[in-house]
């Protein structure tokens, strides 16, 4: 019959035999090109810590300061790949938590943040924070390793200009770090969910610190004695201020000098410019005017002074003694202030 005959010449057509080799061919092609997974092996350490050296918190300003976080991954054997990283950073052992995170000398804290960005606008978190970790994703060839730097940026808070003096750290160890990493076939985009995808592999080590200075700065107001009668004799008093911030906890002791006019020993007088007449005064610590001030340091100084990081104001005790034989004019003198501490 043509049915039974058809069937019985079908597998020797040729079309059907080319139709499987073919098939068979792709197979086999498919098997040989697939992805191995590469076998890596990632690492981070910190290359610098971020250390801000020796600063000044008076003014209140923000200082920024920046640290360097190295990193590696060789890839041993398998196919060229993508390795994603997620770098966390938790709070560190300053204290305080996230935002602000603190550096501490002993009791004392100094308020500072790590970023992600140069602009200091994105705080650097881990996965069981709020802020997000670092990701970053690299390729890494067959047999190859590839190593690169990331920076740590640092910003200590504006606005603590109460800030104790002395030394100041935040050290970040295996249980404030962690390094979470993962290997991929694709160049594909990695999100901050799959930082929790894969289990930590790996911690970095590196420490913030900084270093309060003790610092002064003094202004000051014009001691006036006003107006006085050429034939005047006796004597006419007056005040002056000066304000001066010292860095919190700072001793320190206040001198003065004896003007530009001096002629010789403790005498003070101002001059007139003109005539070069001198009309001698004094300066005193107290408003009796009985204790004089000098800038012998620790003798005639004013002592037992301590910074509060705001501006103190301290008042300066004038006397003059005009007398019938000077000219008219006006009559000036210039105090230098000395600071010790």
Not at 3 to 14: D, E, G, M, S
Not at 26 to 50: E, G, K, Q
Not at 247 to 274: E, I, W
Request: aromatic fraction near 10%; proline fraction near 4%; charge should be positive.
């Amino acid at each position: 019959m043509q049915t039974k005959a058809f069937l019985a010449i079908w597998p020797r057509n040729p079309l059907r035999y080319a139709f499987m080799a073919l098939f068979s061919g792709f197979c086999a092609l498919n098997a040989s090109t697939s992805w191995a997974a590469p076998a890596m092996n990632c690492t981070a350490s910190s290359a610098t810590d971020i250390n801000s050296g020796i600063i000044d918190v008076l003014p209140g300003a923000a200082i920024p300061m920046v640290g360097t976080l190295n990193y590696s991954c060789t890839n041993s054997n398998g196919s060229t790949g993508w390795v994603y990283f997620c770098f966390g950073i938790k709070t560190g052992s300053g204290g305080g938590g996230y935002d602000p995170r603190q550096l501490a000398n002993g009791s004392n804290k100094l308020n500072y943040q790590i970023y992600q960005d140069a602009a200091r606008t994105q705080i650097w978190g881990d996965r069981s924070s709020a802020y997000m970790p670092v990701i970053l994703k690299v390729n890494v060839g067959k047999k190859a390793t590839v190593a690169g730097q990331m920076p740590l940026y640092g910003l200590i808070a504006g606005g603590q200009s109460t800030a104790f003096a002395g030394n100041y750290s935040s050290a970040f160890s295996s249980g404030n770090t962690e390094i979470v990493w993962n290997s991929t076939k694709k160049n594909t985009i990695i999100v901050p969910n799959d930082c929790n995808k894969a289990t930590p592999s790996g911690s970095f080590d590196f420490a913030v610190a900084a270093t309060v200075d003790s610092r002064c700065y003094a202004t000051t107001s014009t001691l006036d004695f006003g107006s006085v009668s050429s034939l005047a004799t006796g004597q006419v008093t007056g005040q002056a201020t000066i304000n001066l911030q010292c860095t919190n906890g700072t001793t320190y002791k206040v001198g003065l000098d004896n003007g530009q006019n001096s002629t010789g020993g403790t005498n003070r007088s101002m001059a007139n410019a003109v005539t070069g007449t001198l009309v001698r005064y004094d300066l005193y610590q107290d408003a009796a005017r009985s204790v004089r001030w000098g800038n012998t340091n620790g003798v005639d100084t004013l002592n037992g002074q301590s910074g509060t990081g705001v501006s103190t104001p301290i008042t300066v005790y004038g006397q003059a003694y005009p007398n019938a034989t000077a000219t008219a004019g006006d009559y000036s003198d210039t105090i230098a202030i000395a600071v010790y501490f």
